[in-house]
């Protein structure tokens, strides 16, 4: 995660409509529990970069969307995108196939 990016984990429901907002933050315990105190089983992965950065997924990116997936099945919880956005512009991991 750089510092410049802002991360949300939004809560889905049954039919992937936003239900609510967690900030993801760098002590996972604090996550999780505010996760295991919902009811959902869907989340998506929102991560807001500078207006003019390229809302393409680096490296790191990638690596986290991967974590976040795996620490979600034990939990019984999937992730349903991962969102880039940067300004106007948008990259959706499940829309290009990467989830």
């Known amino acids: ?3 410049r990016d802002t991360f949300l984990l939004a809560l889905l429901d049954a039919d992937w409509r936003p239900n609510g907002v967690i900030p993801l933050q760098s ?3 604090g996550t ?3 996760l295991l105190a919902t009811d959902g089983r869907w989340l998506a992965l929102i991560q807001q970069r500078a207006a003019g950065a390229s809302s393409l997924p680096r490296p790191d990116d990638i ?3 991967r ?3 795996r620490r979600l099945r034990p939990l ?5 995108d991962h969102v880039i956005q940067a300004g106007p512009a948008r990259f959706s991991f499940r829309a290009a ?3």
């Open 67 to 69: 974590l976040l997936a």
């Open 32 to 34: 999780f529990g505010r």
């Open 27 to 29: 002590d996972w315990r």
């Open 97 to 99: 196939g990467l989830l």
């Open 1 to 3: 995660m750089t510092d």
């Open 76 to 80: 019984d919880m999937q992730l349903a």
């Open 63 to 65: 690596m986290l969307t």
